[in-house]
């Protein structure tokens, strides 16, 4: 069985930093590319960022562009979202997500993905 395990979440004043990590564990797969979602109180669960494991090509939402960063480290299959000047907006749980079909235009939705995480909290509050 697959599962994807985050890590990283917590509380953050607003303007400050976090670092979510993703690894697998369990049964080894080989995925096309990595993602990661978020999902607010009584919002759909949207898209963040992703990330070719290829060669680290990279897809930010316009709302986080510019202040998160996504990367993977192939040796130990992890992925890394690091969290900028967060606002109150980026509250939410924040999922990992790992494609195996590689159609990188399909990536922004969750139809997208595979195997998904079971979240971490991120709460950015004064």
């Known amino acids: 069985q697959v599962q994807l395990v985050e890590s990283g979440g917590g509380l953050v004043q607003p303007g400050g930093s976090l670092r979510l990590s993703c690894a697998p564990s369990g049964r080894t797969f080989t995925s096309y590319a990595m993602g990661w979602f978020r999902q607010a109180p009584g919002k759909e669960r949207e898209f963040v960022a992703r990330v070719r494991w290829s060669d680290s090509l990279r897809y930010y939402a316009d709302s986080v562009k510019g202040r998160f960063t996504i990367s993977r480290d192939n040796a130990k299959k992890t992925v890394i979202l690091q969290m900028n000047s967060l606002k109150p907006e980026d509250a939410a749980v924040y999922y990992c997500?790992?494609?195996?079909?590689?159609?990188?235009?399909?990536?922004?939705?969750?139809?997208?993905?595979?195997?998904w995480g079971q979240g971490t909290q991120v709460t950015v509050s004064s």
């Open positions: 997500a790992a494609s195996i079909t590689p159609i990188w235009s399909l990536l922004s939705s969750r139809g997208g993905y595979e195997y």
